[in-house]
């Protein structure tokens, strides 16, 4: 039997280890999931999913000590916001508990026209089916809820597959939610390689794909899926915030650290591009820069640990070329720009890389901020929406014609006012435009997607 090691992305050290999946046994999987919802195609009992999801809660809390621990031993996320992803998690699952109950149909008015009169028509959810869930590194718990737990609460058999990386807290959850006493079948962890998970994702029995991870991956899995499949997609962004001169930047500076530097900049909606115009922007970026350089950088199981290790030593390559590019380019280096250890890159600021760096239109998912001097709030707009990927941004002004100037024409499925472009509460719509994503995240949002209306129209003539 294929075993596949875990370890700490900081030192290599061993963590645990998951069984790998054969191809067959992923056909299982399928078989037991298909048949799971043919002999139940309205679900579980509401009030059985409501009970198994509070349990699972009731249990997370329990042991959420050791589950932030292995968060941040298996991905490298700092232990303190490892323990905040825990709660949010646990958070979560309550969400898809209380969503339950309205996750219901509605009446359709038939009397809007002569044709319609002595009808009455009402719609019903039902389980859409079979649900995969692929899952990405950087949130091995909090995503892994996003995507399970709304399945459970829709009534849906559910296979996932998380990131090689960071597969123990995926697995943690499903056997939580087990022993909450959901039924195996309903729930099903799979670890396996690439070619067995895209047989997985594209098998034609599979009603809904929840993917997070890369664009590149994304879109091809997309194009690959059996017709009928219905898909939610979630990929990066480059995402970009705006300094006005009316900002606050006691405010501004502190949310910035947070927002780019939070688990070394691997959030697909992390700070990345800082536009100021009308103030010293060189001031503004040292500013930052006397912050960043005081992030403690370390082994992400300590507590003063601030920024963690890539999760691969290969991004730190990257990250590094990356940087040295828009240095060579001439881009200013504040702070940082340097490796630290094979897996560990110094938190960095960069000031004024040109446009066409790969800092500036690429995601670089790395502890790396950009600062641009811009001639208006019309010139940082414009390079803001310059790339194909829209998520999340930001406005920092105390002036409502700068903010509703932002808000209104900058591209992004969510604008903040005064915050980093990485705030998010787990109820909130989630939606990357262009190539950041399809469809919309947000636990009663993808309730709502991995459900389907069924219509009756009664006559009364």
């Not at 999946?21 to 509401?46: R, W």
């Not at 910035?256 to 100021?276: E, L, M, P």
């Not at 082994?299 to 070329?321: K, S």
Request: glycine share 8%.
């Amino acid at each position: 039997m294929h075993r596949l090691e875990v370890t700490n992305p900081f030192d290599g050290s061993p963590v645990g280890e998951v069984k790998l999946s054969s191809a067959s046994e992923v056909d299982t999987a399928l078989a037991i999931a298909e048949k799971t919802h043919k002999a139940n195609k309205k679900g579980l009992p509401k009030h059985e999913r409501i009970a198994v999801l509070k349990k699972t809660a009731e249990i997370m809390k329990g042991r959420a000590d050791e589950l932030a621990l292995l968060i941040a031993s298996e991905g490298g996320k700092p232990l303190i916001d490892a323990k905040v992803e825990v709660e949010r998690a646990i958070d979560g699952v309550e969400t898809c508990a209380a969503e339950i109950a309205n996750n219901a149909g509605i009446e359709i008015p038939m009397d809007l026209t002569s044709a319609g009169e002595g009808k009455i028509a009402f719609t019903t959810k039902e389980p859409i089916g079979i649900v995969v869930a692929v899952s990405a590194f950087n949130h091995p718990l909090n995503l892994i809820v996003h995507q399970v737990a709304p399945a459970v609460a829709a009534g849906n058999p559910v296979i996932v597959k998380p990131a090689d990386d960071t597969p123990l807290s995926c697995e943690a959850f499903i056997k939580i939610l087990h022993q909450a006493g959901l039924s195996p079948e309903w729930a099903q962890f799979i670890c396996c390689d690439i070619s067995d998970a895209q047989k997985l994702v594209t098998d034609e029995r599979v009603a809904f794909f929840s993917f997070i991870g890369s664009a590149s991956v994304g879109w091809k899995l997309r194009s690959l899926l059996a017709p009928g499949t219905r898909v939610a997609l979630e990929h990066g962004g480059v995402a970009p915030v705006i300094f006005c001169p009316s900002a606050d930047r006691e405010l501004f500076v502190p949310s910035i650290v947070k927002g780019g530097f939070y688990h070394s900049g691997q959030v697909c909606v992390s700070v990345q591009r800082v536009f100021s115009f009308g103030a010293s922007t060189e001031e503004l970026a040292e500013s930052i820069a006397d912050k960043v350089s005081n992030l403690v950088v370390g082994n992400a199981i300590y507590a003063e640990t601030q920024c963690g290790p890539l999760i691969r030593n290969r991004e730190v390559d990257r990250v590094e070329a990356w940087v040295a590019e828009a240095v060579e380019a001439g881009a200013q280096v504040l702070c940082g720009g340097k490796r630290l250890t094979d897996s560990c890159y110094a938190p960095t600021v960069i000031l004024n890389p040109p446009e066409n760096c790969r800092v500036s239109t690429h995601e670089i998912f790395g502890p790396v901020i950009s600062v641009y001097e811009k001639k208006s709030l019309d010139d940082a707009i414009v390079q803001a929406n310059s790339l194909p990927f829209a998520f999340q941004a930001s406005v920092f002004s105390n002036d409502y014609a700068e903010i509703m100037e932002g808000f209104n024409r900058l591209d992004g499925s969510a604008i903040m006012v005064n915050d980093h472009s990485a705030f998010r509460v787990d109820w909130m719509p989630f939606a990357g435009r262009k190539s950041s994503g399809l469809g919309v995240g947000g636990i009663p949002h993808t309730i709502e997607e991995m459900s389907q209306s069924k219509m009756a129209v009664l006559s009364f003539n």
